[in-house]
């Protein structure tokens, strides 16, 4: 057990609660394509095999994503109508409506929950071995970034997200030269940047929570909807490294 690291997965579920549909102003076979196309697919099984602390939402990206700030002002994914509850689809379709207080039921049922797990085992790690590591793990398709962005230039196997109050540079870079060797082609904040850090520490002048994002690009990991073994077993190296590496005060 990497007793002092959390794999953080917020966007693999495909599970939509039943008051989902509730709200859908869209067709269902419209829905149900975009679950699987918008999900960080299979990453879950990526890295079953890794012995850690792991923290999986529960529900699908659609119904609340709980990477994102609750607060729409402070989450810039919401001008896309992607802020924590989603009202538009990758393409911009509206697939909801949702006045106010159903947003604060849904975020009570989902969000509330998720971050207070979250918040309560980074600080029972930090109170026992002194320091907590975060690795945010999500994937991505060329077309998701086209459909968000517009633009699908020099797309990496790896992305690595990183902020540098919570993850340094020189940290972040042994551990984009140990991927490179690996065989990755390997970005630092492209196409996503930042990583997640739990509430209870974001404000904290001398964190003891380090986090990173690690974006992995499904080409890497998939074969026809298949996760493939030789990516499994290099993630775990990757994860590994970081657990052995990682300088805790940079």
Avoid at 114 to 124: G, I, P
Wanted: negative net charge; aromatic residues 10%; glycine residues 4%.
């Amino acid at each position: 057990m990497r007793c002092n690291i959390i794999l953080h997965i917020p966007h693999a579920s495909l599970y939509l609660p039943p008051d989902f549909w509730r709200d859908i102003t869209a067709d269902k076979e419209i829905i149900e394509r975009e679950l699987r196309f918008i999900a960080d697919y299979k990453v879950d099984e990526l890295v079953k095999n890794i012995n850690s602390h792991k923290i999986i939402a529960k529900y699908s990206r659609l119904y609340c994503d709980v990477e994102r700030f609750c607060d729409d002002e402070a989450e810039p994914m919401a001008k896309l109508g992607m802020g924590a509850i989603y009202t538009r689809l990758s393409d911009g379709t509206q697939y909801r409506k949702i006045g106010s207080s159903r947003r604060e039921e849904i975020l009570s049922k989902s969000y509330d929950l998720h971050h207070k797990q979250l918040n309560t085992l980074s600080r029972e790690i930090v109170d026992q071995y002194g320091s907590c590591v975060i690795i945010d793990i999500h994937s991505y398709s060329d077309e998701l970034v086209r459909r968000l962005f517009g633009w699908t230039e020099n797309l990496p196997d790896i992305c690595l997200g990183y902020d540098e109050k919570w993850f340094g540079k020189d940290n972040v870079s042994k551990l984009k030269i140990y991927i490179e060797k690996m065989g990755y082609s390997c970005e630092l904040n492209y196409p996503y940047s930042g990583a997640l850090v739990p509430m209870e520490f974001y404000h904290d002048e001398n964190p003891k929570i380090r986090s990173v994002m690690l974006e992995i690009n499904r080409r890497v990991y998939l074969n026809g909807g298949v996760v493939s073994e030789k990516a499994m077993c290099n993630i775990d190296k990757i994860i590994n490294f970081i657990a052995e590496n990682l300088n805790p005060n940079t």
